[in-house]
Structures are given as C-alpha cells and as structure tokens.
C-alpha cells in the first residue's frame, strides 16, 4: 500500500518561506507524476506544483518563480520549496502521486499571517 505523509507545514508571516515535505512509502521514480496541490477555506483543491517522471517540472501562475519543487537523491521524497508567501497561499497542501491510481496525503495546514 502506498502511503504518502506530508510535513513542514506552520504559520508564516508574509514574504516568509516554508519547505514542505512528502515522505513516500515507494521509490517516487515508480510513479508517473509526483505534485502539490492546495485547498484554501471554501475553495476548490488546485494544483500547485507538478513534477513529471521526467522531471521537468511546472507550476501554476499564481506560484510560478516563488515555489520550487524537487526529489531527494533518494527518490522517496518530494518538497515543495516555497518562497515569498503571501496571505492568498494560505490552505491545506496535500501531496499527490499517480500510477494507474491517485493517491493522496493527509494534508499539512501553511497560513500566512501577519
């Protein structure tokens, strides 16, 4: 069974950083994508960062040149680097991987807060 468990969420003040991480049960190169997404308070859950097998990654506008995403050498972690956090980045982050089947963390709360 594949378990994905994410961490490195907290409170921020604007212009801060956090780096989150998804620690994988699996080695992520058996998967065919590895990403982020976000969900904020009344909103639908959206992408946020995306890194292919290949791994040339991408990003939503919103958080383009601000969040980089990476794997550990060891290829059963993915990170989620994020820069310069603003208020609208507040939301759960989960952590998604897909192989023939979506599979999904538990989510890590980032606020970003004065």
């Known amino acids: 069974q594949v378990q994905l468990v994410e961490s490195g969420g907290g409170l921020v003040q604007p212009g801060g950083s956090l780096r989150l991480s998804c620690a994988i049960s699996?080695?992520?190169?058996?998967?065919?994508?590895m990403g982020w997404y976000r969900q904020a308070p009344g909103k639908q859950r959206e992408s946020v960062a995306q890194?292919?097998?290949?791994?040339?990654?991408n990003y939503a506008d919103s958080v383009n040149g601000r969040f980089s995403i990476s794997r550990s050498i060891g290829r059963n972690t993915v990170y989620l680097q994020m820069n310069s956090l603003k208020p609208e980045d507040t939301g759960v982050y989960y952590c998604?991987?897909?192989?023939?089947?979506?599979?999904w963390g538990q989510g890590t709360q980032v606020t970003v807060s004065s």
């Open positions: 998604h991987a897909y192989r023939q089947a979506d599979y």
């Open positions: 699996r080695n992520s190169l058996n998967f065919d994508n």
């Open positions: 890194i292919p097998r290949d791994g040339f990654a």
